[in-house]
């Protein structure tokens, strides 16, 4: 089959087959019968056969008066129908979550067998993730509706798998572990024991429509919450679809509720059903009204002007070049991860770094989705954050800067090729250029500036003007270097290291932003207990008291 009719197919209507082509399973047949759990075929998802997102409430599946029509990122055509709930439908919602006490479905005094009960369901979904014909229905399913490659897209079911299997067995109960204090006197004994919040709200993005919302669910559940999960409606037929297969793996029906609706119901449901605790994962224009409507009960990994530094020492060009890249374009920049500036030490400017980058943005296509749909930003709006900072002086394009061709992409979204900028250190810095420079773009779009040496306290006050720190990587097996950078940063997941990158967080290392007590994380037990339990400490004092005791006198 010639290029050019690979091409135009793919423009004209993502036709199933073409659609088939990119992932390697290829054309071997994925039986909608061999998936027990799914409702579609996530081939045969279009304009003419949509698909139905449902949502989930009190134990069934239901249907509501509105629907939310989704338009294929790729093609525009209408391919998914959400089930939107309105102000007036929620009371099932807020009935079911007020009926989970404070003290939630398990806690250590309370059905322990329910910690091993998720053990169970966590190595079975594990079981099923591992099967190459569900995985590669995630994996494509995710790329049907938050467009990236079919690697991405797999590192993420990849990456679901390994968390749910790291939580088998025994492993739910022992994040339940308490601990035990000698007291004063005999009989007397502190225990420090994990204990739920009860009924939860978790809400999640676009960008990640299966490993955020499943981790953190698992987390919540694992520690005893009932949660009422929203994604994003653009993408939450993936949770659709797993939460189905949780449920065969034995989670109980009554454990999680599923709505979507936009954000103003939400809002609602959550002032009425008053969850003991939210955790949201998006922007943080929502973040910091949600942490006022809810009166700061609330957990946020928001957004990320994600920086990496390259230290004084050159070394591996080619593999550095390989990880910005990888770093600022992958899923089109829409990681909260993502690359969003590089600082490079006057030595790297002098070597053949940025060419590097050049070339290998250049590799991306739409094809492939190495380069595809940015789902919150449009072509204009980055194109003319691009002509404001080219308006700053000193500053120049490095590559990109231009808008997709030969695409179907609807215009809601954007589609630039992957674009990188150089601004000068000095004018980063100026009051007037500082919000304008970091201000996030959630789409392929990176800043790149220089430094000597004798202004690396330049690049840490700028780090220290930033307003989010999630991820950061200081690229540099340089100790003093490292020390110094560390040192006088916080962002909370931090890669230090000649390999450093801040994107592709696997479930072990802890991700998510530092420096803001509201700060969640997702991924490792530590994150698991932070956000989805508290402490609750029980002293025993049995007793006997001593003999010979008289009352003594008041104080
Ligand atoms: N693992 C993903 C982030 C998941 C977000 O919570 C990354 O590293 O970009």
Aim: glycine share 8%; aromatic share 10%.
């Amino acid at each position: 089959m010639s290029k050019f009719f690979l091409r135009k197919e793919f423009w004209v209507g993502a036709s199933p087959s073409a659609l088939r082509r990119l992932s390697p399973l290829g054309h071997q047949q994925r039986l909608l019968s061999s998936l027990s759990f799914a409702t579609f075929d996530v081939e045969e998802i279009s304009g003419s056969q949509p698909a139905e997102v449902h949502n989930f409430v009190q134990g069934k599946w239901t249907k509501s008066s509105n629907w939310n029509t989704i338009v294929d990122p790729l093609n525009g055509e209408p391919f998914i129908k959400v089930a939107d709930v309105n102000e007036m439908e929620i009371k099932p919602f807020v009935e079911s979550l007020s009926n989970c006490p404070k003290h939630g479905l398990h806690n250590p005094f309370k059905a322990p067998e329910r910690y091993l009960l998720y053990g169970d369901i966590s190595t079975k979904a594990a079981h099923m993730l591992s099967q190459a014909k569900v995985s590669d229905f995630f994996a494509r399913l995710i790329q049907r509706v938050s467009p990236k490659s079919y690697q991405q897209a797999l590192g993420e079911v990849y990456v679901t798998r390994k968390f749910l299997e790291n939580f088998c067995g025994d492993q739910v109960r022992f994040l339940a572990r308490s601990f035990a204090v000698p007291g004063n006197h005999l009989g007397q004994q502190s225990h420090g024991f994990r204990w739920p919040y009860g009924p939860v709200a978790l809400v999640t993005p676009f960008n990640f429509p299966l490993e955020i919302p499943l981790l953190q669910l698992m987390g919540a559940l694992y520690m005893g919450n009932k949660p009422v999960l929203k994604v994003d409606s653009k993408v939450s037929i993936v949770m659709d679809q797993m939460m189905r297969l949780l449920h065969q793996c034995g989670m109980p029906v009554e454990d999680v509720d599923f709505i979507n609706s936009d954000g103003k119901t939400m809002n609602k449901l959550l002032s009425e059903a008053k969850p003991r605790m939210t955790l949201f994962t998006g922007s943080s224009r929502v973040a910091e009204k949600l942490a006022i409507d809810l009166n700061g009960r609330i957990k946020l990994e928001d957004a990320g002007f994600d920086w990496k530094i390259l230290g004084p020492d050159v070394n591996e060009v080619d593999y550095v070049a390989w990880v910005c890249d990888q770093d600022a374009y992958a899923c089109s920049g829409q990681k909260c991860s993502a690359q969003s500036i590089l600082f490079m030490h006057e030595n790297w400017a002098k070597s053949s770094l940025t060419d590097k980058m050049k070339g290998l943005a250049e590799r991306r296509k739409l094809e492939d989705l190495t380069i595809g749909p940015v789902l919150t930003v449009t072509t204009e709006a980055m194109l003319d954050h691009l002509k404001s900072l080219l308006e700053i002086r000193g500053s120049k394009l490095l590559f990109g800067g231009e808008a997709l061709e030969n695409h179907s992409i609807p215009k809601i979204y954007g589609a630039l090729k992957p674009t990188a900028v150089y601004v000068p250190l000095e004018e980063i810095l100026t009051e007037k250029n500082f919000d304008l420079v970091t201000k996030e773009i959630f789409g392929p779009f990176q800043v790149v500036t220089e430094y000597k040496d004798d202004q690396l306290h330049m690049v840490l006050d700028a780090l220290e003007r930033m307003h989010a720190h999630l991820t950061a990587a200081v690229v540099s097996n340089n100790p003093i270097f490292l020390q110094e950078v560390i040192g006088k940063s916080v962002n909370g997941t931090t890669y230090a290291g000649l390999r450093a990158r801040t994107t592709g967080a696997p479930q072990n290392h802890w991700f998510g932003p530092a420096g803001d007590p509201r700060g969640a994380g997702i991924g490792t037990p530590e994150a698991i207990k932070l956000v989805w339990s508290c402490h609750r400490e029980v002293i025993y004092d049995f007793g006997p008291v001593p003999r010979g005791w008289e009352v003594p006198s008041s104080t």
